[in-house]
């Protein structure tokens, strides 16, 4: 499984940005992120249906994941961006349900750099 993220970018708090994922194949799939000096953490995952979706508390209100399985594309829709949103984010695959733990998960893209400024 080939996992290709884009989107990122530079943006001023308060913005927004969308990431994408292109993926194929029926796999849950998560969006993970790692600001600098930090470990990786959870950001959002969705089932392959679509039809669940879990968020970490940090981007709960202001995120939303999704994705359009006819196009073998997960977005990741980001609003009211803050500096601390500032980090590499990665989507990745797992072949059954939603996981927020990064082991879990059994393909990984090469991550987009998301930049927010204050």
């Known amino acids: 499984v080939q996992l290709q993220a884009s989107g990122g970018g530079l943006v001023q708090a308060g913005g927004s940005l969308r990431l994408s994922c292109a993926a194929s194949?029926?796999?849950?799939m998560g969006w993970f992120r790692q600001a600098p000096g930090k470990e990786r953490e959870f950001v959002a995952a969705?089932?392959?249906?679509?039809?669940?979706?879990g968020y970490a508390d940090s981007v709960k209100g202001r995120f939303t994941i999704s994705r359009d399985n006819a196009k073998n594309t997960v977005y990741l829709q980001m609003n009211s961006l803050k500096p601390e949103d500032t980090a590499v984010y990665y989507c990745?695959?797992?072949?059954?349900?939603?996981?927020?733990?990064?082991?879990?998960?059994?393909?990984w893209g090469q991550g987009t750099l998301v930049t927010v400024s204050s």
């Open positions: 969705i089932r392959w249906s679509g039809s669940s979706a």
């Open positions: 194949g029926r796999y849950a």
């Open positions: 990745a695959a797992r072949p059954y349900g939603t996981s927020e733990t990064e082991s879990q998960y059994n393909y």
